[in-house]
């Protein structure tokens, strides 16, 4: 008996897909590797041109109404959502809500609160677009919600959502690309003047990433540990203006790029304010990188291998980075590290939506 599971897609038409992009190519391939013939996936997408990441998504793409309409009224009506669908599944508080059978499951993901938290990081309107979705599902109580972060469970526990309907999922990190190779990264980084060590910072160059604080530790630092090297920015420019001062700027890069650049790091050092979940320093342990993360990154505040940093204090930024030098670095270390989120497979993404769906 064929199940069928209507996702959106509307993230990937947006000028920042980011996280929630990652996150719908990882369900996606999770869902497809169970190599279950029961399941058909059908991708709801607004009207427009379609990425190439969309068409190599596997799964039959429904084109509806533009991407305004729909983030305008999918709360309310389930534009493009067929009617054979047994799980409708928002992937972000734009929606759909409903929609499909009769009997169908409705659910949406929630990867944070960054909106309470960093208000001034949002616009006006966007905060007022969440707190009236957030709403709106309180009071639909048909609709399941899959917490993405540690943590939110428990926020939204004392904002009143009853227990019953929230869902823990884990996110993934497991991808087939094949990193670059030593020599690439090289010649990459040479195209910007770095010959030798380097620390990362990866994501979105934006005041809630914290990046000026980081920067200033990292002069601070590199001062007196000159085994940091330059730091190196990579990642597309976010909501906001941050001064990368003396950083080098990468900007984006190809996949396979950015898992070598992981791969040859000194140090992967992520400090943001505040976070939803933060696949960053997922991804850096995963490629047995060392690794320097805010105590406000959900994805590694429990994970021993990662050293924890105050992300207000430059101080600790600081000699935050100045101790991951002194982590072992060889392949045992290494094999540690990536073994501190082996159970981040997009496989097991999918098995916690299949559990919440049932």
Request: glycine letters at 8%; a negative charge; hydrophobic letters at 40%.
């Amino acid at each position: 008996m064929t199940r069928t599971i209507t996702l959106s897609l509307d993230q990937f038409y947006r000028p920042q897909p980011g996280g929630i992009a990652t996150y719908v190519r990882g369900l996606v391939k999770g869902l497809s590797s169970l190599h279950d013939e029961s399941l058909q996936l059908i991708g709801v997408a607004p009207r427009g041109t379609a990425s190439r990441e969309v068409s190599e998504l596997e799964l039959r793409r429904v084109t509806t109404a533009p991407l305004a309409v729909l983030t305008l009224l999918w709360d309310r009506w389930p534009f493009g959502v067929p009617s054979s669908s047994d799980v409708v599944h928002a992937t972000s508080l734009s929606g759909p809500f409903s929609g499909g059978k009769q009997d169908a499951v409705h659910s949406v993901t929630l990867y944070d609160l960054l909106w309470r938290d960093e208000p001034e990081a949002s616009t006006a309107r966007g905060i007022r677009f969440h707190e009236r979705r957030l709403e709106m599902l309180k009071a639909r109580d048909e609709v399941r919600l899959f917490c993405a972060a540690p943590g939110l469970r428990s926020r939204l526990l004392a904002d009143d959502f009853d227990e019953s309907r929230l869902h823990d999922v884990r996110l993934g990190v497991d991808d087939e690309t094949i990193g670059a190779s030593e020599q690439e990264v090289r010649t990459e980084l040479q195209g910007s003047g770095v010959t030798g060590p380097f620390t990362l910072y990866v994501g979105t160059r934006e005041p809630r990433k914290n990046l000026e604080r980081l920067i200033a530790a990292h002069t601070q630092a590199r001062s007196v540990t000159s085994e940091l090297g330059p730091l190196v920015l990579v990642g597309p420019s976010g909501w906001g203006n941050v001064d990368s001062a003396d950083a080098v700027v990468l900007g984006s890069v190809s996949r396979s790029m950015l898992k070598g650049l992981y791969r040859e790091s000194t140090v992967v050092a992520y400090v943001p304010r505040a976070e939803g979940w933060g696949l960053p320093p997922v991804e850096a342990l995963h490629e047995g990188a060392r690794v320097v993360a805010s105590v406000t990154t959900p994805s590694v505040a429990e994970n021993q291998e990662v050293v924890l940093v105050d992300p207000l204090d430059i101080e600790a930024i600081a000699k935050g980075l100045s101790t991951s030098l002194t982590l072992a670095n060889d392949e045992l270390a290494r094999e540690r590290r990536r073994a501190s989120v082996a159970s981040l497979t997009w496989r097991n993404v999918a098995l916690d939506h299949l559990k919440g769906w049932q």
